[in-house]
């Protein structure tokens, strides 16, 4: 739990102070004490303590090594900023089979597998290619960490098993790869907890998705731990879960589409009470606290599927778990909300009832209840496939509300006949561009993050109809809203007529599939140069090799297809500036949707702030590129015929030619800018994480000053070189705007900013820089600068930086003297008198006050 005392606790309504104290209570006897807790921090200290505070013993001279001789240790050569010391920042490396040999007590364990892939005794990290077994067991094979961590967005990886032991010890194993050249093994921390036997089921009552048999997991059964998922909350990290310290991750990013329905949290005069038949320790009382529901119009929710899409890999069969609990207290009876759950496409569950399932309660609402179904993925060929969830109101049973409910999900993977766990490396799905006014809300119970999650909620309230109308409309026409087909997708059949009318008056140029074939070599792997939501990047080249290009062919099951695609090409067609990406050309053949680019030979500004082992960028040539980028977004403003509104401004969006010349690219999201009588444009809120204007994320209102904002968390991301939300830091600093914010207004921005920029930048450049940056996130877009006010400052900044060490000045320290200049106003206390907005959601007075006034409560939220 949160520390409470800081918002004053006299301010705190009693409902309020009742709800904590009951968590906590619930949280204590539902703790599960492990018999064994074995934490090895691979070639670390004697002891080291982690973030959640547990002990991790060393291995070195540890007991455990059947032979430390063929193993060396290391450090790692850098830290990102979300790297965690313990246990990530020292490894044990093998350049051949190695065996770690740990007795144990006969019985169920968690064993977890802790990666870093940095550069550990000047070896390269993408030589780190190898197998993984734990007694009769393979986990991994031919696993890359580097390539995972990059194609999933993490800095670090942490791989979980659980796995049932016979005898009093468990053998793990490592083993470079034959098949990679110079391939070595390495690991940084090895965890293995005994845990209670909540997965198995022998009774023959475990559902197969359209299936008559049954599935049994057993003590002969191993599982890997896929997605476990707080849904409608946020992540809860391992020191609140039940003594398990399992991670429970924000369902947000694996939502589908526009149609993301309505998140919220327990309601004040509900008691959650575990019923005798499930122990508290199968999911934290946090999980059943929050959860998701299609919203409040019964003709919107039947016109529309609840979904959430998880790609996975193929030939395995899953055990999905899904945890319910009814925390509404005007849902208390049987029959009020029924639904059926689809997963894969199958009908998993005709007419589900919570209450209904919590019948032998001595209450039927505030009871937690799950339930377990095994999935058989059929073949497709491809390495990983994507497995559907979908919830839909069940009219047959006719229930006073048409909607569904959801709290958790969990994904295992259920071992082969062969005892095999490993799958292969994932190839990057694009769902974390999908944005929706919902995510990533934080979980703990602490009253300022339920006025932030009532906040929320309310904000949205009046808009949510009419975004769930038009995402229904948008995904209407690409699946079936009831039976076991529920949710097949298609390709438009009439893409190439489409294409064809909506490109005949373009000037770039038209490629053939042959063409392109030929230029990426048939899309040869070893050319791939990224991963985005349109689809694989790939190194080709064009007119006989002499000209180097990017190309991007659209994948069809992406949420970005045809409208992306040809609003990328009418877009870059129009325009050309020296900070645009040129297209060169496109290809619809065969309802391929690709498009050439130049080719940008520094990749993207990411790539060179943080996760990665690339040299960083000097400070004056990060404001060069900012002052690049600044320029491109400001010719879309007010230089092209029409003002364009680029919609996904970000770090991965501005790429870097062989001369390090900033360029925006990626205008699949992008709008044309209102006319000369209206203000701004009124559409479904798109774009990224972390980037979104959250006026326009409330009021669904798009102007060039929303570009703005985005551009003003980049400046943030490159003075500070760590991502714009890392949750696996404390609550407030998980966001990046709201932890500059703070440290600006307490006056210690220079203790936040990366450390290769320390005692390199002078101090009236970085009080310039930061101020333009700091308007730029003002939350009301009236506040905030235009592209051209913002270009200048940054010019200017270059200046001041130049000036300072022409002079010979002292740079090596920053000192603000001044009073913030832009007001962030930071809740100390909290109106004891709350009130209701009109959706009878929880709002004190100062709360709605900032709401409207303008209050940084909103900023850096998403």
């Known amino acids: 739990m949160r520390n409470s005392n800081k918002f004053g606790l006299m301010s705190i309504p009693i409902f309020v102070i009742l709800y904590l104290a009951f968590t906590i209570h619930v949280n204590m006897a539902a703790n599960y004490a492990p018999i064994e807790k074995i934490l090895l921090n691979c070639g670390g200290p004697l002891d080291a303590t982690d973030y959640d505070g547990r002990k991790w013993a060393t291995d070195v001279g540890s007991k455990y090594l059947l032979d430390s001789g063929k193993s060396t240790i290391s450090q790692a050569a850098t830290q990102e ?142 599982l890997e731990n896929v997605y476990r998922l707080n849904v409608g909350g946020n992540l809860i990290p391992p020191s609140h879960d039940t003594d398990l310290y399992r991670t429970w991750y924000a369902d947000a990013p694996y939502i589908d589409g526009a149609a993301f329905g309505v998140s919220y949290s327990v309601d004040p005069n509900v008691t959650i009470q575990y019923p005798p038949s499930i122990p508290p320790y199968v999911a934290p009382i946090d999980v059943y606290a929050t959860a998701r529901s299609m919203g409040p119009n019964s003709q919107v929710n039947l016109n529309y599927n609840l979904t959430w899409i998880f790609s996975v890999d193929s030939e395995f069969t899953y055990l999905v778990r899904l945890h319910f609990c009814e925390i509404q207290a005007n849902i208390t009876l049987i029959n009020q909300r029924v639904f059926d759950i689809f997963l894969y496409n199958q009908t998993a569950e005709q007419g589900a009832d919570v209450i209904a399932w919590a019948g032998g309660a001595s209450q039927l609402y505030g009871v937690p209840v799950y339930k377990d179904y095994v999935v058989l993925l059929v073949p497709n060929g491809s390495p990983q496939q994507d497995l559907w969830l979908e919830l839909h109101p069940d009219p047959l049973s006719r229930p006073n509300y048409y909607d569904a409910i959801l709290n958790g999900i969990e994904i295992f993977k259920i071992n082969g006949t062969n005892g095999n766990l490993a799958g292969p490396n994932p190839i990057p799905a694009p769902k974390q561009d999908v944005i929706n006014p919902t995510s990533y809300i934080p979980s703990s119970g602490d009253y300022k993050t339920k006025i932030r999650k009532a906040i929320i909620i309310g904000g949205i309230c009046g808009g949510i109809i009419l975004v769930i109308v038009i995402g229904f409309y948008l995904i209407a026409t690409s699946r079936c809203q009831h039976g076991k087909n529920s949710s097949v997708r298609e390709v438009p059949s009439k893409c190439h007529q489409d294409l064809e009318q909506g490109f005949t008056n373009n000037l770039c140029r038209r490629f053939s599939f042959a063409e392109i074939t030929v230029a990426t070599k048939n899309f040869d792997e070893a050319f791939l140069l990224g991963v985005g939501g349109f689809g694989k990047v790939y190194k080709g080249e064009i007119d006989g090799g002499a000209t180097p290009v990017a190309i991007k062919r659209g994948n069809p099951l992406s949420d970005q297809g045809v409208h992306e695609f040809q609003t990328e090409i009418e877009i870059l067609s129009k325009v050309r500036h020296h900070h645009l990406v040129s297209l060169i050309g496109y290809c619809e053949d065969s309802c391929e949707m690709i498009l050439v680019y130049d080719y940008m030979a520094h990749g993207t500004l990411r790539e060179h702030l943080y996760k990665t082992q690339k040299s960083p960028l000097p400070w004056k040539q990060r404001l060069e590129i900012c002052i690049g980028a600044a320029r491109g977004l400001y010719y879309l403003h007010s230089g092209a015929k029409q003002t364009i509104i680029h919609r996904d401004v970000k770090t991965t969006n501005i790429l870097l030619d062989e001369k390090w010349v900033a360029k925006v690219s990626d205008f699949g999201l992008s709008k044309i800018g209102p006319t000369i009588d209206k203000t701004h444009v009124t559409t479904v809120v798109k774009g990224s994480y972390g980037y979104l204007d959250p006026e326009y994320l409330l009021l669904q209102q798009l102007t060039e000053k929303s570009d703005v904002y985005s551009f003003g968390v980049v400046l943030f991301e490159i003075i500070c070189a760590r991502p714009v939300l890392n949750r696996t830091l404390p609550e407030e600093q998980v966001s990046l705007v709201e932890w500059v914010a703070h440290c600006h207004e307490k006056r210690i921005l220079d203790q936040i900013i990366d450390p290769y920029l320390k005692g390199k930048i002078a101090p009236e450049c970085f009080k310039q820089f930061i101020e333009i940056a700091m308007k730029c996130v003002a939350n009301q877009s009236i506040d905030r600068p235009s592209m051209d006010e913002v270009t200048w400052n940054l010019e200017f900044s270059l200046q001041l930086q130049r000036n300072a060490e022409e002079s010979n000045e002292g740079i090596s320290r920053i000192h603000i003297e001044e009073e913030p200049s832009v007001p962030h106003k930071w809740k100390k206390n909290l109106d004891a008198s709350p009130s209701l907005d009109g959706c009878g959601h929880l709002f004190s007075q100062e709360v709605m006050s900032q709401k409207l006034n303008g209050g940084h409560l909103w900023t850096g939220f998403f």
């Open 81 to 222: 900023p979300s790297v965690p010391e313990v246990p990530y920042m020292t490894a044990r490396i093998f350049y051949s089979n190695f065996t770690y040999r740990i007795p144990v007590v006969a019985g169920r364990k968690f064993v977890r597998l802790y990666f870093y892939p940095a550069s550990y005794a000047s070896l390269n990290a993408s030589n780190a290619v190898f197998s993984a077994t734990a007694g009769s067991y393979t986990l991994l094979n031919n696993f890359s960490a580097l390539q995972t961590t990059e194609a999933l967005g993490y800095a670090f990886i942490i791989k979980e098993y659980s796995i049932n032991v016979e005898g009093e010890r468990l053998d793990i194993s490592f083993v470079p790869s034959a098949k990679a050249p110079s391939a070595y093994a390495f690991v940084n921390g090895i965890e293995i907890m005994s845990m209670p036997d909540i997965y198995s089921c022998t009774d023959g009552t475990l559902k197969i998705v359209g299936q008559i048999s049954a599935f049994n997991i057993g003590n002969n059964t191993a």
